[in-house]
Nanobody, 126 residues
Framework: QVQLVESGGGLVQAGGSLRLSCEAS????????MGWFRQAPGKEREFVAA????????YYIDSVKGRFTISRDNAKNTVYLQMNSLKPEDTAVYYC???????????????????WGQGTQVTVSS
């Protein structure tokens, strides 16, 4: 079965960096758009970033542009989220998700993703 396993979360001070990883198994990794979403307490899960199957096209929510970078290594079935200049408002549970490429729907819509990881907590202290 398909599994997405995130790692790399933790506690960091404002201005610091973290790199999240998500290793996928049970799917043809390059055939999936991979996205990162986050959910803060009391808020809806929101799109953060996505990369197409090759990693050649990437997309970001405005609030993380210039600070976060999504990348993927298809040989390792892994997608990464490098997070720099972290802010307290980045505190959330971060989820990776996979969306079958060339299917209908938006890379930014959580409802259009087929598979989800269990999430990893990121806490940014001020």
């Amino acid at each position: 079965q398909v599994q997405l396993v995130e790692s790399g979360g933790g506690l960091v001070q404002a201005g610091g960096s973290l790199r999240l990883s998500c290793e996928a198994s049970g799917l043809t990794f390059s055939g999936y758009v991979m996205g990162w979403f986050r959910q803060a307490p009391g808020k809806e899960r929101e799109f953060v970033a996505a990369a197409n199957g090759s990693g050649g096209f990437t997309y970001y929510i405005d609030s993380v542009k210039g600070r976060f970078t999504i990348s993927r290594d298809n040989a390792k079935n892994t997608v990464y989220l490098q997070m720099n200049s972290l802010k307290p408002e980045d505190t959330a549970v971060y989820y990776c998700a996979g969306k079958l490429a060339y299917t209908r729907g938006s890379y930014a819509s959580r409802r259009d993703y087929n598979y989800w990881g269990q999430g990893t907590q990121v806490t940014v202290s001020s």
